[in-house]
């Protein structure tokens, strides 16, 4: 471990909420050839996406494959985005499977310095909400770092859940990676009618969250999670400032340009959502490796049509393909 956690005040760390402002950087995991965890390539990605422009990192999530990793190349990768991060930008750490492994994690990623947890789905069950309620307030409970809670897949909430969690000391927001935005609106009005005084963050978090942009926007859901920040930063910021700004004609432009075809592209493949992105990553010139199994690489072909993809959304950044 390269740094000691930071001083814990009255069971959470101040002002992360305010600090979550900007793009979310959620890099990929680096593997050597041999399939073993190459740090030195993740310090370059983390590095060079702090540099590129990114509010917080997000590491060892979903698209740093949280799943693959042992606690123990967990706890290396958290240290060294936070050695990196040297305080620029919050570091928060994924955590997940069932309760007592999730606590293990969160425990990891506070001696690793992190600033954060997102709660990853437990493992396989389907749990009713006084379960999944339980599950998250023991693992808010077992560190000082505030937690973002991930509803998707198994972990779902309905409005009053999310009351409760709002109101757990520790639980400082909800990332949405389902997409029912008729459930979100409801979750959004009920916590704040009966929790007006707890400041409750919400995240986009679908895949390529950028596509469901604006009309999370509607809802007042501005902080999102930016996959193609990973590989192609220059596109991800663009399209974020002309979304802050409301320049209706970039955002079209793009979202026709590039982050539609990119969706597309991304539905080809079972766990494009991760292998794609660490494809553009190497495409971009950074040899970080390939996917940990279950995962597999995308086909040859679909990653030379992220490559034209890129080029295009490049190209209509810098104003040529307008």
């Not at 890099?27 to 993740?42: E, H, I, K, M, S």
């Not at 693992?139 to 859940?161: G, H, M």
């Not at 707890?198 to 859901?221: D, I, K, S």
Request: contains cysteine; hydrophobic residues 45%; aromatic residues 8%.
């Amino acid at each position: 471990m390269t740094s000691e956690p930071p001083p814990a005040t009255a069971g959470r760390y101040p002002h992360l909420a305010d600090r979550l402002d900007g793009l979310l950087f959620f890099p990929v995991t680096a593997y050597a050839p041999d399939g073993a965890l190459d740090l030195a390539a993740f310090r370059t990605h983390v590095r060079a996406g702090i540099d590129a422009g990114a509010a917080a990192v997000f590491a060892c999530c979903g698209t740093g494959e949280f799943h693959a990793l042992t606690p123990e190349e967990f706890a290396d990768c958290v240290a060294a985005a936070v050695d990196e991060a040297a305080g620029r930008v919050p570091v928060v750490a994924g955590a997940g499977y069932g309760t007592a492994l999730a606590v293990q994690f969160a425990r990891l990623a506070h001696e690793a310095g992190a600033d954060g947890l997102l709660a990853m789905p437990p493992y396989l069950v389907v749990a009713g909400q006084d379960g999944l309620l339980r599950h998250y307030a023991e693992l808010a409970a077992a560190t000082p770092l505030p937690v973002i809670v991930y509803q998707r897949d198994n972990a779902v909430f309905e409005p009053a859940t999310v009351v409760a969690l709002a109101k757990t000391p520790g639980i400082i927001g909800l990332k949405d990676g389902l997409g029912d935005l008729d459930l979100l609106q409801r979750i959004i009005s009920t916590v704040r009618s009966e929790a007006p005084d707890e400041e409750f963050l919400y995240f986009n978090g679908l895949p390529t969250a950028e596509l469901t942009g604006p009309a999370y926007r509607g809802l007042g859901v501005r902080l999102y999670s930016s996959a193609v920040f990973a590989f192609a930063p220059e596109i991800a910021l663009a399209f974020h400032q002309a979304l802050d700004t409301g320049d209706e004609a970039t955002v079209a432009r793009l979202m026709d340009g590039f982050y539609r075809p990119l969706v597309e592209l991304r539905k080809r493949g079972h766990g494009y959502a991760v292998s794609l992105v660490k494809a553009g990553v190497r495409l971009r010139g950074l040899d970080v490796g390939e996917v940990r199994p279950p995962l597999s690489e995308p086909a040859p072909a679909h990653v030379k049509e992220l490559a034209e993809l890129i080029e295009h959304g490049l190209a209509l950044v810098r104003g040529a393909g307008a």
